[in-house]
Every structure is written in C-alpha cells, then in structure tokens.
C-alpha cells in the first residue's frame, strides 16, 4: 500500500453499512443490549428485525454501549499495520455518545501514525455524508490537513430535525438535553427536536399531534431550503412509507432535489425509539 493512503474509520452510527461505499473503510460498531443479550450492531441485529422487536414488545429492556477504548486502539493498530501513516476517524456527536472521547483516548495507546478524530455534531447520513466526502477527497488526491477543514465545514452546514413519537426513550437514556420543561407533558405531546450546532439534540417546539408535527416539519424544511443548494436526507425507524410520504411532499416544491432515504440504526434507534423521523439537509 502506498504511504500516503489515508485510511477512514468510522462508527456504525453513520449508518454506512447500508450503504455501498468505493474504499475501505473501516468501523467501530456499539453494543446493543436487548432483553438481556448482547447484539453487535448490524453483524448481529439489523435495523428492521431490531424494530419489529421493539415495536411488537415496548417495555422491553434496551440499553446500548459504546466500543470501548481499547477496541478502537486494536482497530488503528491494524491498520497501521496494513501501511496507513494516516487516518481519518468519523463519529457520531460527542453531545450524543461517549465514542469521540472513546477515539481520542486511544489515539494515546498507538504511536507512529497521524490520527485524527471528526466529531461530526451528528449522527446517520450526516456522519455518512462526511465519509462520503472524505472519500472522494481522498481519492482526489487531497492532504488529510485539506481533508479536514473541508469537513469540519460542511460540519457546520448541517441541519437535523428529529419527530419523535414519544420522549420516552430519550430520556430514558438521558440523550435530550434540557428536556426538563417537557417532562410534565411528556406522553401528550409529540415533540419536533432538532440538533443544535454543537451536537447536542434539544427541544425545538411541542405540537400536540403526529399530523401537526409533521407538517410542521415540512413546513420548516421547505422555508429554510427554498433558495438554497441543498442535499437532503430522511432517516426513518419502522416507518419507512412515512419517510417517503415526506419526501415526495417535499419533492413537489424542489423536484430535482437529492433526497436520501435511510435506516436509522439499531443502536441509534434505541435511543430515539419506534415512530422516530430525522429530516435533515446539508447546505452545500
């Protein structure tokens, strides 16, 4: 392998396992506990037989963990040793999972290769999207340094908005920040959340029905891509006909957009629960 080959890592939050990508990338998948038993995401349970599970039995016990520091040092260690000098890993918001303090630390137990971690203040296509790119700029010839800074601004580019059907199991896991104030009403509203730009997941509005919210929804994404050159994405549970519901609403407006439809993984979906929607768009 030539020297100057950049490697990618990244965790299977992105979602890229079910996508088909042209370069060896490679990931560090989390652990999902079901009912007891451990699941490695994707080569153990994949999206739709995990929703079926959770949909069919909702007070099941679902927890998830993170790879742990030393699986990640093994996973740049070999590919040290397969020739990379440097490497580019990819991870799900540092405000939603312990993995980008997880991929810092165990840049310390490797030494004699350039490691850098993206905290990429998202999660599904938005981490994916950031491969996608790493990739074609790789492949194009550019420096990790060029790489980088191309990424941390698309980074900044990004816009997510989550339709959750119950708040249930975001706090359970305590993944909502400031989701205080919604707790009193916590099982009659159907909240539209969104990611802020540091990464963290918050409240944005309450809207009392699923209907509303997702009209909402709608109707905020058109205002906001209306003059802009945008990709589009739409990450959905066991709701798949709900995604394309949407999609082809928002094609009326913008028919030549790019819209992606994708599975949320189990290991995300575990944290935001049956019925979730993200609808999020990168400005480009």
């Known amino acids: ?7 990618i890592i990244v965790c299977g939050n992105s979602g890229v396992d079910y996508m088909k990508l042209d370069y060896p990338v490679r990931l560090i998948r989390s652990t999902l506990n079901l009912d007891g038993k451990e699941y490695e995401d994707f080569i153990d349970i994949k999206a739709e037989e995990f929703y079926k599970v959770i949909e069919s039995n909702s007070d099941i016990d679902v927890s998830t963990s993170q790879t742990s520091t030393g699986k990640i040092a093994s996973v740049y260690e070999e590919m040290k040793e397969e020739g990379y000098k440097e490497i ?15 991929a810092i630390l165990a840049k310390d137990l ?31 010839g550019n420096k990790m340094v060029e790489i980088i800074d191309r990424l941390e601004k698309i980074r900044d580019h990004m816009y997510i908005y989550v339709l959750v059907d119950t708040l249930k ?23 539209l959340l969104h990611i802020q730009k540091d990464g963290s997941l918050v409240p944005y509005e309450k809207i009392r029905t699923t209907a509303k919210a997702q009209a909402r929804l709608i109707e905020l994404i058109q205002n906001e891509i209306k003059d802009k050159h945008v990709i589009m994405f739409i990450a959905y549970t066991n709701n798949e006909e709900k995604a394309k519901e949407i999609k082809h609403q928002i094609l009326k407006n913008k028919p030549n957009l790019e819209i992606h439809l994708v599975p949320l993984t189990p290991v995300v979906g575990a944290h935001a629960g049956p019925g ?9």
């Not at 392998?1 to 490697?7: A, L, P, R």
């Not at 290769?113 to 790493?134: C, K, P, T, W």
């Not at 979730?276 to 480009?284: D, E, N, P």
């Open 1 to 7: 392998m030539e020297s100057e080959k950049i490697g």
């Open 88 to 102: 580019i890993v990819i991870v799900i918001s540092s405000k939603l999972s312990g993995t980008f303090q997880g």
């Open 110 to 140: 490797v030494q004699g290769v350039n490691i850098y971690v993206v905290d990429s203040r998202s999660v599904s296509y938005g981490e994916a999207y950031l491969v996608l790119e790493a990739i074609k700029m790789i492949k194009n």
């Open 169 to 191: 199991f975001l706090v359970k896991n305590g993944r909502l920040s400031a989701a205080s104030g919604f707790l009193g009403t916590l099982l009659k509203i159907k909240p």
């Open 276 to 284: 979730t929607l993200g609808v999020g768009y990168i400005v480009l």
